[in-house]
């Protein structure tokens, strides 16, 4: 694969800057849950939480801060990310200006990421305004999280359904098993070392 | 506007099964029983809706161990979709929710737009509302048909089939397609809308409260389905928030909350429509919900034609060449729009970096789009957050000393598309 042009100062992901966690004890979650109530919508605040605290953070978020549910947990893999060469965004260095044409701007290098796993838990707060909140915790390969099926009951197959598709493990998960492959699956399908076509077809003349 | 839980008659406590929740297991007094028959129920049964397998724990006709075992449909989506271009991947969110498939469609675009910061017509934004209603009115009469159809009412799924039809032909109309319609594009709508299609949808929306009439007729004195809904399945409404419940099963728990109303997105904060809320949690409430929605989304679809009768010649798609195919005469004269459609064609359209979350209400529930963009023309990761995922989550509070036959009921009751259970 050809070398794509880099910006000065461009480093891998893997060298990358190690990213910020908040406690709970700091205010910035208060600030960024009420900043969500404030705007009605879609947005939604990134927390990005220390891995081993995410229970703590989100019977805070359940009990203290009203978001009575979670609607989704979702482990996104960062592997290779900014490193294939369709990536990153063709715009003009002022930002996106479609006015004008022909404009083929410099390439924007997506943000780099110090771990391979995200695992995103998204919450809803049935009250007015409908505020949302994203709490965030990263993982490399090898690294647990811990369950949070105590705090929501709903957690039990969004955990097994990540565990299944993506390998992250939940630390005191009643149940973790495979949710949607068969049981004695192996490998992880949406993990980006994971092929697409990697399964042999049934009957096709290789066989 | 507050969210208000109604005084409910359902159960003191919680009924969430203590050591997993979605798993009812066998009481032990009853462990080493040789009373208790294991019954496989599914893959593959008729009143599943799809491939959905339960192990059933009976104790003579007594529910008293169930588990619910998904995956038979997993095809990859999610996978398969960070393969293809944005404009490709359109086609893949429709066919995970099979029966709602407009709102599946309507979440992905919402989420790309938001990325792109792309400012859709208005017209677009009515037409998507009106489609998203009829499609809603469509899985409704689906739901009520089938497990009409598996409580003994044969008659009522004739009924439904046939108002289904015609929306059908509506979609047909408009579309071209009759079932995943692929009609909604990123920055507006695929083409205009075409001529014929208000005074066709009119007719339908003077129709159909008539035949809502006609089903209430058939079942709402009907002293079977009565008895075989009423009380039946029943689940709290602290419950429901806690295994997560969205939609008509949430409401039909006593909670008031509609992402319609309560989140507008498109132009729902325009239109005037009321949000059935029912305080049982039961069958019974679960089917009065829906029966109420569809009289509700026919309202809607009435007051978005009022507006886009109005709207005639009015741009369809934003105007935005580097994302939007240029118009099919221009490519004959303009050698940029050419160029601006062979790239958007062969390379995709790029989406600048960042990650978001979009929800939107779906027949079945908050359908919700995670998706995460490096950048490029192929999306890094999208997650859908299914509704008949979460709602499947419940069977096994809702089966608590159920009898076997109540498990259909029950089952139906919930409302789960295994497409979008699966993805």
Redesign the interface.
Known sequence: MTEWPRLPGYVSHRDGPEMPTVTIETARIREACEQARDELGFDMCVDVVATDRIREACEHARDELGFDMCVDIVATDYLGWGDKGVAGYIGTSSGRDLMHPMTQGLQVLPGLKSKRFSISYHLLALRAGAPRARFQCWVDEGEHVPSVISVWPTCDWHEREQFDLMGIVFDGHPNLERLLMPEDWEGHPLRKDYPIGGEPVRFSDEQ | ???TVIPTTTYEGTR?PA?????LDVPEELRDSEDVLRVNFGPNHPSTHGVLRLIVDLHGEEVVGVSAV??YL?T?F???ME?KTYWKCITFPERIDYVGYQNNELVFVLAVE?LL?LEVPTKAKWMRMLLCELNRIHSHLVFLGTSALELGAISMFWYCFRERETILDLFELVTGQRMHTRYFQVGGLAEDIPQGFFPECRKFVEWMPRALDDYKGILDRNEIWLERTQGIGVLSGQDA????Q?GPNLRASG?D?D?RR??P?LHYEQVDFRVPVYPNGDVYDRYRVRMDEMAESTKIVRQCLDRLERMEGTPWIAD???VVLPPREELHTSM?SLIHHFKIVTEGF????G?????VESPRG?S?C?L?S?????P??V?F?APS??A??ATATCLHHALVADLIAVVGSLDAVMGDT??
């Open positions: 506007m507050s969210t969430i050591r997993v929740p979605t798993i998904v995956g997993h990859g999610e996978k398969s393969s938001q910061e928030v806690a295994l997560g969205s909670v909350w992402l309560d989140q997105y935005d060449r580097k940029e790029r989406v600048p970096e990650e978001i979350y979009v929800a908050e919700g995670y995460v490096d950048g490029g023309p192929k890094w990761r997650h957050r995922f979460v499947l989550e699966d993805r």
